[in-house]
């Protein structure tokens, strides 16, 4: 491999490392004297920071994997080919992230696998769990080139090659279904879910916020490691990403305000307290005003302006999926929740781990960031 | 046939003897509490107490009286929490009690979630935890025993039976005491209908029990799921005919434009 051989970021590597060691220690603290003494969990608040965070934000945030090989293989658009790769890595992390937070916060981790024979086809848990372990499993398989090519190993990859645009699809009915479903599970809590949020067409709603975000978050990321990593990508490229967001978000809103105004709901945006500012920041300081940004070429052409406009996006969607998952559901009678620093050091620990796995991955895996500006034939 | 409990709170004298009863049937521990200023004790449900008796001072006019209520699974007729349960390992059986089956649990706590009722508990402090609820003492429906909180009552409050059965009993007790009881059997209608349903002199909100119109709970979350196969097909159909066709358009054009001079817009 005759590419450049960068130094790792020594200093950035180690403080990765520390905040790692402690999650590990933290972790297990935790199998040994369960949940209890290492959240502020109870039965009133059963869920919180690691579902919020690592769960709902995680997967919405590695939504630019299916939306990247979409638009690449399936829309041939072959001008988003040099940033598919880096995609799909951090799609790929980003499900990895999403399972290890999952080992950590079920009670029972190593009956994970249990969906896999139990079957609930009720719950829309059962879909998450399955669409998570399918998905993982196809992001590994479009991952695996790079591994096969650093290690020069012919026949892999072109078995890879051939069956592409099934997995490509395949990857798309997973996301779609999985992104969805993450809606879906709210659907069970119309008693407890705030008005502002609960509506049956949550799993559309969350659809499309991930779409809109997986565009985000692939500008974010050329942008940073473009500073970070000397992985440089045209503005061309990120402009290209950034012009299909206000179509996405569009959407997004019609159908949210749609859905506010048939359910009679529009004036509780702002009688509703708390849960009025809650939800103004996140729709429109998340949501309206990047779909108007984006929509300015003068925006899009600046580097800087498109890298804060996608930021806007990704605090829009986390502040999102906090409110649906965590703020405006009710806690059982008499419940308060605030999470336990052993919790926010296993979320963090996790966010380093996966920081960590990219740098190591861009940084041996050469083939990631190798501006290639055509697709293999194939 | 389905089991069903009728609790008529007119008759509860709080003793808590079902309380009691539930832990020693289940052989479940006691729970260290401290004095609240309360005779209700513990305070609220746990992963040791499946049943305990809630106190109410309600004021009626000059008077001050004492309403007792029984907390615990309602054995929901559409219970959220097997809708929710990953695994299936909370289910209803054929005579209506929601039961756990423990070596399938995972400990999402999914169900915790979705109960309406704030019924399952967790074992929170165990590193091998499990879901911890009221099986309607599943053991002893099978021996064709009532519930130990059932034989146990002294007064009668408690009544197991047929739920078809209990329901006519209410009615009927309902119409011939207007004045002692409110005009509703808590549990009839709420949330699709419970298997354990309360009679009461004063109105359920009082009392705390929750307010629920008559729709099942997991009737969304059921639509929901109904349509993932239909979009399994629609997005794979799309996907692969949108693939095709941009893939003959791409081929034709750069076909038209093979014997032109005129720059193509090749962007890849
Ligand atoms: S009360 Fe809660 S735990 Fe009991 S059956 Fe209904 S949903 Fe399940
Ligand atoms: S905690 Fe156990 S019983 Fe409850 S939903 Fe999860 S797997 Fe089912």
């Known amino acids: ?378 | 046939m389905s089991v069903g409990m009728l609790i008529d709170l007119t008759k509860c004298i709080g003793c808590r003897g079902c309380q009691i009863a539930c832990k020693q049937w289940n052989e479940l521990p006691a729970e260290k509490t401290h004095n609240r200023g309360s005779y209700e004790n513990p305070p609220k449900l746990s992963d040791k107490t499946w049943t305990y008796i809630t106190f109410h001072e309600i004021a009626d006019g000059s008077r001050v009286t004492w309403v007792f209520a029984k907390d615990g699974c309602r054995h929901c007729l559409e219970p959220s929490c097997a809708s929710a349960c990953i695994v299936g390992a909370l289910h209803k059986r054929p005579d209506g009690a929601v039961v756990y089956n423990a070596h399938k649990c995972i400990g999402c706590r999914y169900c915790e979630m979705a109960c309406p009722f704030g019924i399952p508990a967790f074992q929170w402090e165990k590193p091998v935890p499990y879901i911890q609820k009221c099986t309607f003492c599943e053991d002893r429906l099978d021996q064709g025993e009532e519930p130990a909180c059932a034989k146990t009552c002294p007064t009668g409050a408690i009544e197991f039976g047929e739920r078809n059965d209990l329901l006519q009993t209410a009615h009927a007790r309902m119409k011939e005491r207007p004045d002692k009881y409110v005009n509703h059997i808590y549990g009839e209608k709420e949330v699709g209908g419970t298997s354990v349903m309360y009679l009461s002199s004063v109105p359920f909100n009082k009392l705390g029990f929750p307010t629920y119109g008559p729709e099942p709970l997991p009737r969304y979350a059921h639509i929901a799921m109904n349509a993932v196969p239909p979009t399994i097909g629609v997005v794979t159909v799309l996907m692969g005919g949108v693939y095709w066709i941009i893939k003959r358009r791409d081929k034709m054009m750069s076909q038209e434009t093979d014997g032109v001079t005129e720059p193509t817009e090749k962007e890849g």
């Open chain 1, 1 to 378: 491999m005759e590419s450049e051989k960068r130094p790792l970021p020594v200093v950035t590597t180690v403080i990765l490392g520390i905040l790692i060691a402690i999650g590990l220690a933290v972790a297990i603290f935790r199998y040994i004297h369960g949940l209890g003494a290492a959240t502020n969990l109870s039965d009133g608040r059963p869920w919180g920071l690691w579902i919020s965070f690592d769960l709902y934000c995680g997967v919405a945030l590695a939504a630019g994997g299916f939306v990247l090989t979409g638009t690449v293989y399936i829309f041939n658009m072959k001008r988003y080919y040099p940033i598919v790769r880096s995609a799909v890595l951090t799609a790929f992390l980003g499900y990895l992230m999403v399972i290890v937070a999952l080992l950590v916060d079920l009670g029972q981790p190593w009956r994970i696998w249990h969906p896999v024979i139990y079957w609930n086809p009720h719950s829309p848990l059962f879909e998450v769990g399955w669409c998570v372990f399918l998905y993982t499993a196809v992001l590994a398989l479009e991952f695996s080139p790079n591994v096969f090519e650093r290690f020069n190993m012919k026949t892999p990859l072109s078995v890879i090659r051939a069956i592409q645009i099934p997995l490509v699809i395949a990857g798309i009915v997973l996301s779609t279904l999985h992104q969805s479903s993450l809606g879906s599970i709210l659907l069970m809590f119309p008693e407890s879910l705030h008005p502002l949020w609960f509506t049956p067409i949550l799993p559309v709603q969350f659809f499309l916020s991930a779409v809109a975000v997986g565009l985000a978050v692939v500008i974010f990321e050329m942008s940073l490691s473009d500073k970070g990593l000397g992985h440089h990508v045209d503005q061309g490229i990120l402009a290209g990403l950034g012009s299909a967001i206000p179509y996405v978000l569009g959407l997004y809103v019609v159908v949210k305000i749609g859905d506010l105004l048939v359910g009679g709901k529009l004036g509780l945006i702002f009688t509703s307290g708390i849960y009025s500012v809650l939800f103004l920041l996140e729709f429109v300081g998340g949501a309206i005003v990047p779909l108007i940004l984006f929509a300015l070429p003068s925006v899009r052409q600046s580097r800087t302006a498109t890298f804060w406009s996608a930021l806007l996006v990704i605090l829009g969607l986390v502040l999102n999926r906090f409110d649906v998952s965590w703020f405006a559901l009710a806690p059982r009678l008499g419940t308060t929740y605030f999470p336990h620093p052993m919790e926010f050091a296993i979320s963090i620990a996790i966010v380093s781990s996966g920081i960590l796995a990219y740098i190591l991955a861009t940084r041996y895996l050469p083939a990631i960031q190798s501006i290639k500006k055509q697709p293999e034939a194939g």
